[in-house]
């Protein structure tokens, strides 16, 4: 019986250190849709954005994002469409969850706009990407433990799918340790998250899906407030917790083959290779 392995080559940024991390992937109808656009980017060798995006307190410092998070926003006020209103340039001394909800905000009117894609403002479309990275990553740093981190690989690539009615099946609103999970493709805040927030906004079902994936190193989670949920989404936006194309949560797409390294020693190994430089797809013979 055969099983298909994802190898994820890290290293740091000088290229003078390695580090790898092997996933077994799942036997699902849904990986093998999944594998179809992963292995597209793989052969022909798409670039990862960014080197790959890396999440959590131990890995971020604060006074460093805020410093990026202002030199962004300068940058996209100078230089955007003409009508769009300006990104607040004003931060507050402590930068809270409904500061970054108001970049978000910002983000998500420009992120749809043809002239960031195709048009007049294609040379602003990395900064308006940095930006949306950059409130992700401060978000991470919020109550976080300091070994917990979260790594995200996004593909220069917009070949996608659209998930079919069987696939929001696999979508779990349970989060462990360890696992290899689907990515957001769809533009916007997802339910669970919105609820977590108590947006004020309709939170956006995912309905698309790429390549790209996440890697989980947070504590595993068991969600359980699906009552509390269910009000908050009837109240609010007449919605019910129980329409699985709603998409809670994450659909897992593989689990870490662990060799007997400590969370501590993991931690230290991918804070010290911060550039995800290649991923390979193996299949192994059991």
Known sequence: MSRKKLILHFTNKYESSSYELSYLLHQNPFVDKWLRLLTQAIENKTDIRDSGGFYGSGIHDQSELRKTLIEVVTSLNADQPDGLENIPSHFPEIIDQEFLNTLHGHFEKRSVLGDYVHGSHHHMNSTLELL?????????????????????????????????????????????????????????????????????????????YRADFNLHFDPTHKFSKFDELQLWLQTQFNLDASDRQLALGYISLGQIENDGTTMEQLFQNIRKHRVLKKVELFVSRE
Not at 170 to 180: A, D, M, Q, V, W
């Open 132 to 208: 949306n990275t950059s409130i992700h990553q401060y978000e991470s740093t919020f109550g976080r433990g300091s070994n917990y981190f979260t790594v995200v690989a996004n593909f220069a690539s917009d070949s996608e799918l659209f998930f079919d009615e069987e696939d929001y099946e696999y979508f779990t609103p349970h989060r462990s340790y360890g696992e290899l999970y689907l990515n957001y493709a769809t533009v916007g805040v997802p339910v669970l998250e919105a609820f977590h927030r108590k947006e004020k906004s309709r939170p956006v079902s995912q309905r698309k």
